[in-house]
């Protein structure tokens, strides 16, 4: 029969995919210019072998804000290279590394000092650290700058240790990113007054100028002339409706090529988009669903019990259920609350606080904002 690979992958839509991921750096970013130029402003006391102020990158997910920092720690790296400076720009995603222990020896080996991920002190770790900058490269002194991707998860799991390491090593600059205006609510005062960064919002891109980014992006990555008109004003559209977000727009075009792929189709049509979202939001909700703690899962489970039985939802009412769910092994009452909190969050369910009228006080409604099949398929298979 021949191998089982000879025949599959030949046709396709795409000319290259990785210009469709969003970590792809591309040559231009988009009406991202003045956020840019604003990260540019402050890096540029490096190259006078000044060490930078401190920059917080602000914006919702999809709003370009890593893209920028990588953006332009490209742009210094190469202009630090004509000057008779020592620069590096570190890059660390504290998703990856969630304590200050971690990030420091990742900083180490990214620096070329070969330590441990585990198993030394602090202080050990730290003064190693610190060392590297006593140290000489051809006379000049290093200038550091880290870029701290989704810094409030760093923070809420371990505390701000991480910024008064670092806002106490000479000669090291700190860029924040953070979805989170109020991500500062980690840091303890004497940690915020040595930080006294510069702060850079990034707005959501509206409709047209995820139009661009997409246009852009679709010429690196489709053959000519396999998009149908509509595919990119559809993907612009739903995803301007996702409060901005160029990362859900660059997902729907994927899938939708994925999507004429698999149909052995020549061509990316509009309806294609349209598939395309059903297919992200069902994977969406299913991540979120399967990595929520147990306890969370029961409340959902009851959320589902009392919207399959045409139930209108009080909190009451809900945590009756949920104790049945449960059966013994439940929260407090209080704790529900939170766990309400975080699943609207996430977009999961809505909750609304209507009146019963004069004397009988307000109460909150709970509705489910998924697909209850798809809830339903999803907690009864972890």
């Known amino acids: 029969m021949g191998n089982i690979f000879d025949n599959l992958g030949k046709k396709t839509v795409f000319k290259d995919k990785k210009p469709l991921d969003h970590r792809f750096l591309p040559e231009n970013l988009p009406h991202r210019n003045e956020q840019i130029m604003q990260i540019a402003k402050y890096w540029s006391e490096a190259l006078n072998n000044v060490t930078p102020s401190d920059v917080t990158l602000y914006g919702k997910t999809g709003t370009g804000k890593t893209a920028a920092a990588k953006f332009a720690k490209e742009q210094l790296n190469e ?13 660390i995603r504290c998703t990856d590394y969630t304590t200050e222990y971690q990030v420091i020896a990742q900083l180490c080996q990214q620096l070329g000092r070969n330590v441990p991920h585990r198993g030394w002190t602090k202080g050990e770790i730290v003064n190693t650290f610190r060392d590297i900058f006593r140290q000489t490269s051809f006379g000049k ?29 000479d000669n090291v600059s700190i860029l924040s990113i953070s979805n989170y205006v109020d991500f500062k609510k980690f840091i303890k005062p004497r940690v915020m007054s040595s930080l006294r960064d510069k702060e850079i919002v990034f707005p959501p891109y509206g409709a047209d100028q995820l139009a661009d980014i997409l246009s852009e992006r679709a010429e690196l990555a489709f053959d000519e002339g396999v998009l149908e008109d509509d595919v990119i004003p559809l993907c612009s559209a739903m995803a301007a409706k996702e409060e901005g977000d160029a990362r859900y727009a660059l997902d729907l075009l994927r899938t939708a090529g994925e999507i004429a792929v698999d149909e052995d189709s020549d061509i990316v049509r509009g309806e294609y988009v349209r598939q395309a979202k059903d297919v992200i939001e069902h994977n969406k909700v299913t991540d979120i669903i399967r990595t929520l703690p147990s306890q969370q899962q029961r409340v959902l489970e009851a959320i589902l019990i009392l919207t399959q039985q045409n139930e209108e939802i009080t909190s009451g ?58 809830l339903e398929n999803t907690l009864y298979a972890i």
Not at 144 to 158: A, G, P, Q, T
Not at 163 to 168: E, S
Not at 354 to 372: A, E, Y
């Open 141 to 169: 002194k290093l200038i550091l700058i880290v870029i701290l991707d989704e810094i409030d998860i760093l923070l809420e799991k371990d505390g701000d240790g991480i910024l008064y390491t670092l806002t106490r090593t």
């Open 317 to 374: 009412k809900l945590y009756d259920t949920y104790k049945e769910v449960s059966k013994g092994d439940s929260v407090t009452y209080r704790r529900i609350f939170d766990f309400i909190n975080e699943l609207e969050m996430l977009g999961i369910i809505s909750t609304n606080t209507i009146s019963r009228g004069r004397g009988k006080g307000r109460t909150n409604i709970i509705k489910l904002q998924c697909d209850d099949k798809l």
């Open 79 to 91: 202009a630090a290279k004509d000057k008779n400076v020592f620069v590096r720009v570190e890059y």
